[in-house]
């Protein structure tokens, strides 16, 4: 599956090391909760504790939730959806598209009935009764934020299994669904804990729900799916409070420096508004988005080509939010390539124009002959 984030093919293709690939296709908070030289110490010759009881701790003091509702953890949010999906078994699947690939993957792959709904568009198709709908707020690949309380509302009335996908919530000021378990026992939050928290390599997510479907939901889960090195790093990260307003603070600063770099460069229709720590942008006068990431390859830059989210095409790109000299580098490099895109879209109009008036001219031809 095209996905963000992979440095080691690109490292490989441009003949240089992983570490010096600026990554602009991963939205991965650049800045970390957790000090190496002050990391907690554990042993290693001991199993780990199978119930997670001291992890499921630190993220019940994290993350507010009803007390009917309860918490199980997984290695990453992949593994989280696929658990989840795998214990409901639905007939039919609504994806509020774009959205993360796996949802679709992991459906189409159960054998479910996908209904796509184009969230670019008002959100008011009908939907099958009790389908299992899947969100994503703030969304991605463009980090809207969504006021929930009117579609929760309608999916309830629906009698719907409810997924929302929060792994980008907390680069936000905004409260979690997660209390409306108190009063609707089908609904189901998925976070990862990796993209805020700026540690991709330490696979931890989990799902918040009601506390039935959670002991229901653990019948199937093997024990030790996460080693002790991630449960002491989570525990320690979640613990540092002072991180997550400085987190949204920076990201906010940063994500405004990233728009006006892209804006600067002159080579978007659109950039959308997005409140999470990336943004997504549409190439001006059908621009292709795999031509300008071989452009950004003499910069080691790297970007995210969105043409595998649903509805979109090669014209959307994705840039993550970094730190002030990558985004500075970035800035540099787009607006000495902008004469070079802008000169190739203005060539292919040309030929697209001329094509479209030789095709007009043989179409007259052939009418006169008749």
């Given at each position: 599956?095209?996905?963000?984030?992979?440095?080691?093919?690109?490292?490989?293709?441009?003949?240089?090391?992983?570490?010096?690939?600026?990554?602009?296709?991963?939205?991965?908070?650049?800045?970390?909760?957790?000090?190496?030289?002050?990391?907690?110490?554990?042993?290693?010759?001991?199993?780990?504790?199978?119930?997670?009881?001291?992890?499921?701790?630190?993220?019940?003091?994290?993350?507010?939730?009803?007390?009917?509702?309860?918490?199980?953890?997984?290695?990453?949010?992949?593994?989280?959806?696929?658990?989840?999906?795998?214990?409901?078994?639905?007939?039919?699947?609504?994806?509020?598209?774009?959205?993360?690939?796996?949802?679709?993957?992991?459906?189409?792959?159960?054998?479910?009935?996908?209904?796509?709904?184009?969230?670019?568009?008002?959100?008011?198709?009908?939907?099958?009764?009790?389908?299992?709908?899947?969100?994503?707020?703030?969304?991605?690949?463009?980090?809207?934020?969504?006021?929930?309380?009117?579609?929760?509302?309608?999916?309830?009335?629906?009698?719907?299994?409810?997924?929302?996908?929060?792994?980008?919530?907390?680069?936000?000021?905004?409260?979690?669904?997660?209390?409306?378990?108190?009063?609707?026992?089908?609904?189901?939050?998925?976070?990862?804990?990796?993209?805020?928290?700026?540690?991709?390599?330490?696979r931890v997510g989990f799902i918040i729900a009601a506390a039935q479907a959670i002991k229901e939901l653990k019948r199937y889960e093997p024990a030790w799916k996460l080693s002790s090195f991630y449960m002491i790093y989570m525990q320690q990260a979640l613990a540092n409070n002072d991180f997550v307003e400085k987190t949204r603070e920076q990201t906010a600063s940063l994500r405004n420096l990233l728009q006006l770099a892209?804006?600067?460069?002159?080579?978007?229709?659109?950039?959308?508004?997005?409140?999470?720590?990336?943004?997504?942008?549409?190439?001006?006068?059908?621009?292709?988005?795999?031509?300008?990431?071989?452009?950004?390859?003499?910069?080691?830059?790297?970007?995210?080509?969105?043409?595998?989210?649903?509805?979109?095409?090669?014209?959307?790109?994705?840039?993550?939010?970094?730190?002030?000299?990558?985004?500075?580098?970035?800035?540099?490099?787009?607006?000495?390539?902008?004469?070079?895109?802008?000169?190739?879209?203005?060539?292919?109009?040309?030929?697209?124009?001329?094509?479209?008036?030789?095709?007009?001219?043989?179409?007259?031809?052939?009418?006169?002959?008749?």
């Amino acid at each position: 599956m095209n996905h963000g984030g992979n440095i080691y093919q690109f490292a490989r293709h441009l003949g240089c090391l992983p570490e010096q690939v600026l990554d602009f296709s991963s939205n991965i908070n650049p800045e970390q909760a957790v000090d190496w030289h002050r990391l907690q110490p554990l042993s290693l010759g001991l199993y780990a504790d199978p119930d997670y009881s001291v992890l499921k701790q630190a993220i019940s003091h994290r993350y507010k939730m009803p007390t009917n509702a309860d918490i199980e953890v997984f290695n990453g949010a992949s593994a989280a959806i696929f658990a989840l999906l795998r214990w409901i078994l639905p007939q039919d699947v609504v994806l509020y598209s774009p959205l993360y690939g796996e949802y679709a993957h992991i459906a189409g792959e159960m054998g479910c009935q996908v209904h796509n709904i184009d969230r670019f568009k008002p959100l008011t198709t009908e939907i099958p009764k009790a389908s299992t709908v899947i969100f994503v707020n703030p969304s991605t690949p463009d980090g809207q934020l969504y006021d929930m309380q009117e579609r929760l509302a309608a999916w309830q009335a629906a009698e719907c299994h409810i997924i929302v996908d929060e792994s980008f919530l907390d680069f936000c000021v905004a409260d979690s669904v997660a209390e409306q378990l108190a009063s609707y026992n089908k609904l189901y939050i998925i976070k990862s804990l990796s993209k805020f928290y700026g540690c991709a390599g330490i696979r931890v997510g989990f799902i918040i729900a009601a506390a039935q479907a959670i002991k229901e939901l653990k019948r199937y889960e093997p024990a030790w799916k996460l080693s002790s090195f991630y449960m002491i790093y989570m525990q320690q990260a979640l613990a540092n409070n002072d991180f997550v307003e400085k987190t949204r603070e920076q990201t906010a600063s940063l994500r405004n420096l990233l728009q006006l770099a892209l804006q600067s460069s002159g080579l978007f229709e659109r950039i959308y508004s997005g409140q999470a720590n990336f943004l997504l942008a549409k190439l001006a006068n059908q621009g292709d988005g795999y031509h300008l990431q071989a452009l950004l390859e003499p910069s080691r830059i790297l970007i995210r080509v969105c043409d595998n989210f649903e509805g979109l095409d090669k014209r959307y790109v994705r840039f993550a939010v970094k730190n002030t000299q990558a985004i500075n580098v970035l800035a540099d490099s787009l607006n000495v390539l902008s004469p070079v895109v802008k000169l190739r879209a203005s060539w292919e109009d040309k030929l697209l124009a001329e094509r479209s008036r030789s095709r007009q001219n043989r179409f007259d031809s052939a009418q006169r002959t008749v």
